[in-house]
């Protein structure tokens, strides 16, 4: 029994890495994955959720650079933190920054005359700091946007990399949710049968006669806006495809010969679900829960885009859309054409992934 099963997972492998989208599609799932953990360690502005606002140097297109002068603490000594939660959840950075187009040093050489930035050729305002000892080179920098800025004047690539994480996670916390409900009522259905499976099927069909977006805005609305009531709502909202899949296999299954022996054998009810039918049922499971991962990232982004999402200033690539759907007829369309392809692609990677595996897993083939 465990070469036979040895031997199909083997097969199954193998006709996975023939498929090159199925692949490609893999690594980068795998690929978001990891910015999506180390998304503060890769972004360029590592602060908490990436919001270093300059309002100065709003909407500017891709590769703008400008000069920017960092203030330091008023106090002198940065907030105390640790370098995990500063790698996994940013920096406490108190510090000023400042974009500006010129500077100079005055003649005593103990403060830096600086001009701010100002846009459409206007000429921003002149100040002056007290260096305190401190070099000018060492406050003022060259600072490039590789994707620009938003409305903000924010960073939209650490705006990106930040949001990848909602996005990447809320599809393995829905997915969970949705297999731990799904499985366990499916299961109940399937092998119980009669009263037991009319009552999960009269749940499974109410909650399946709801519009999937307008049950997860009540569910929302009902937790309260915010990071983990969205993932719960969502999470809520998926289980009935994965009951429905688990209770018709279960039915088609319950009757095999291996399963009789289990029972000749007086193994008990939950055993022989959890050991014996659960494990030769989960082709079917893995592929639905591939396409629940798309569909998640795709509720999370609706949701955020109604503002009943993730709330500011965390980033969130539905939010992004959010702020800058009117730029796309303002000529900047890639404020919201960025976040739109990265949500489109993550989706598509799954959906791939999921088309791949139930071509894999098909014994058939």
Known sequence: MTKTKNSLSGLALQNFKKSFWGVFSFWFIVLVGFISVFAYVIAPDNSQYANQMHLSIHSKAPGF?????????????????????????????????????SFQVSDDGNQLVYVEYASDGLTGMTKTIDLNGAHP?????????????????????????????????????????????????????????????????WIINVTWSIPTLLLVIAITLALGKGF???????????????????????????????????????????????????????APVIVISAANFAAAILIESGLSFLGIGAQPPMASWGAMIKDHYNYIILGKPYLAIIPGLCIMSLVMAFMMIGNTLRDALDVKN
């Open 65 to 101: 650079e400008v000069q920017m002068l960092t203030l330091p603490l008023s106090t002198g000594v940065q907030p105390p933190q640790n370098w995990l939660d500063r790698v996994f959840f940013g920096k406490k950075n108190l510090e000023t920054e400042i974009p500006i187009s």
């Open 137 to 201: 080179k060492d406050l003022v920098k060259e600072k490039k946007f590789l994707f620009g800025t938003d409305k903000y004047g924010r960073d939209l690539l650490s705006r990106i990399l930040v949001g990848a994480r909602i996005s990447f996670f809320i599809g393995f916390v829905a997915v969970f949710i949705s297999l731990l409900i799904g499985i366990l009522l499916g299961s109940l259905a399937g092998y119980y049968g009669g009263k037991v499976d009319t009552i999960i099927m």
């Open 228 to 282: 983990w009531q969205v993932f719960i709502a969502v999470g809520l909202t998926m289980w009935v495809e994965v009951a429905r899949v688990v209770r018709g296999q279960i039915i088609s299954t319950k009757e095999q010969q291996y399963v009789t022996a289990a029972r000749a054998l007086g193994f008990g009810d939950t055993r022989i679900i959890v050991k014996h039918i659960l494990p030769n049922i989960l």
